[in-house]
């Protein structure tokens, strides 16, 4: 099995077709948690959740024998960021862009699918 990242784009600190109301998020929402047991009654859901935006990240550079340096902000400054993500398990490509339709469906948010390599410790159905 194969592991994908789905990743949400945010541009600008807004996400196309985002919930304006109470009413649409409480639709929006309810659509994610629809996906996200179907996804894990599918045995793909691995993992996922949403970030803070890029104001909230702090960068740590350095390494063995040199100096640390800690700033605010994200890495890189764009307009686009990774608002959230999932990573699921899924045969191949296509299965993979198959779920990440269905995401674009619950959430109107463009959706990037890369293949994940784990590098560490995590769940697998």
């Known amino acids: 099995m194969n592991q994908y990242l789905l990743a949400v784009y945010e541009s600008g600190g ?3 077709g985002a919930p304006a109301t109470p009413e ?8 994610v948690v629809a996906l996200e047991d179907e996804l ?3 045995g793909a859901f691995v993992f996922g959740g949403a970030l803070h935006g890029p ?7 350095g390494g063995t024998g040199l100096d640390k340096i800690t700033t605010d902000g994200p890495f890189t ?3 686009e960021h990774i608002g959230g993500f999932y990573i699921i398990n899924a045969v191949n490509l296509d299965e993979a862009l198959n779920w990440a339709e269905r995401v674009v469906e619950a959430t109107n948010h463009a959706i ?3 293949p ?3 590098t560490g410790r995590i769940r697998d159905h």
Not at 24 to 31: D, K
Not at 55 to 61: E, F, G, I, K, L
């Open 40 to 42: 894990d009654n599918a």
């Open 55 to 61: 104001d909230a990240a702090t960068v740590v550079r």
């Open 116 to 118: 994940f390599r784990a």
């Open 77 to 79: 400054e764009a307009k």
């Open 112 to 114: 990037e699918v890369r």
């Open 14 to 16: 807004t996400v196309e």
């Open 24 to 31: 649409e998020m409480q639709s929006f929402m309810a659509r």
